[in-house]
């Protein structure tokens, strides 16, 4: 494994790391959720991923009974909050209210001191940002929360949260978690260089677009255990089931087969070549994919490839 520090903080984290988003506590048994998480561990990641809407807090309670075995020091923990977790006025968003009541829910469920890792999981536009910033720097002052993060917020959100934090000396904001992978680059016009700028750093989930970039899905063919197959996910996957995207993916497996690596390991590398991003966040069911998963951290792209991969994704 390989490890990068995460924007301009010391933390180092590992270039691969493992979230527990429609996963663990709902499709994959808990049995088989531990020895996934075990093998990620074994083989060097050190960055976990949860937030208290994955399952009600499932997902957060199963991924650290399965990292308890170790010492605490040796991984880094996040979690989330913003999404709603109940059906009354205060039960989502990021108030001071909802945030510290969230934070402490997690840390219960995780049965954990403290997380490394506190992301706002959304912009929310009922709340003053200060407000948010204030609570999450109160946090961090009791020792419950190391650093802060946020989740898709655009380049405009971050730097006004920056600007803010310097001004009330508040702790800032080191990285932001949005989606990125070959078929969603939004990130790259104005989020990566803002954050550049500001010494944030980006862990991106879906590197792998949902499964779409390991070449498992051909056109009119949905694996009955996929990810496409259930029919909520389905819909958050239709922008890239279809015949042009999956017609670049078979062109991309060819590349990878010329370089004698997978069509996944092909995808992690091409995120991991931003020096701003500092993890690719990718979801395991299975020991296997993790074994699969983390050999890309030792494929280096040429220049050539980087652009012969450009032309198939134009």
């Known amino acids: 494994m390989k490890y990068r520090r995460l924007g301009n903080t010391g933390l180092k984290v590992s270039e691969i790391s493992l979230g527990s988003w429609l996963t663990y506590g709902k499709s994959v048994d808990e049995n088989l959720a531990e020895k996934t998480i075990h093998k990620a561990y074994e083989l060097g990641i050190n960055f976990f991923d949860s937030a208290n809407v994955y399952e009600q807090g499932e997902g957060e309670r199963v991924m650290a009974q399965a990292l308890k075995e170790y010492r605490r020091e040796s991984y ?48 929310d536009v009922e709340t003053p940002v200060e407000e948010t910033l204030r609570v999450i720097d109160d946090l961090i002052r009791q020792g419950k929360v190391l650093y802060a993060g946020v989740s898709e917020w655009s380049a405009a959100q971050i730097e006004e949260a920056i ?53 498992k899905y051909k056109a009119g063919q949905v694996p009955e255990s996929s990810r496409a197959a259930n029919n909520a996910i389905n819909n958050y996957m239709q922008d890239t089931l279809n015949e042009n995207t999956l017609s670049k993916v078979e062109k991309l497996e060819q590349v990878a087969k010329e370089l004698d690596i997978s069509l996944p390991s ?27 998963n983390v050999k890309a951290v030792n494929v280096s792209l040429t220049e050539n490839i980087v652009n012969q991969i450009e032309e198939i994704l134009l």
């Open 76 to 123: 880094v923990i996040t979690t989330k909050a913003f999404f709603p977790m109940g059906d009354r006025p205060n039960d989502s968003g990021l108030s001071r209210k909802h945030i510290m009541e969230q934070l402490h829910a997690s840390l219960k469920r995780m049965n954990l001191d403290y997380v490394d890792i506190f992301y706002c999981h959304r912009y």
């Open 266 to 292: 092909l995808a992690l590398a091409w995120v991991l070549r931003q020096p701003n991003i500092a993890s690719a966040l990718i979801g395991a069911s299975r020991p296997s994919q993790i074994e699969e």
């Open 163 to 215: 600007k803010i934090a310097d001004r009330r000396l508040l702790d800032r904001i080191v990285v932001n978690q949005p989606q990125y992978n070959m078929f969603k680059r939004d990130i790259e016009k104005e989020v990566i260089p803002v954050s550049e700028k500001n010494g944030v750093g980006q862990v991106v989930f879906s590197p792998l677009a949902q499964g779409v970039l390991t070449g």
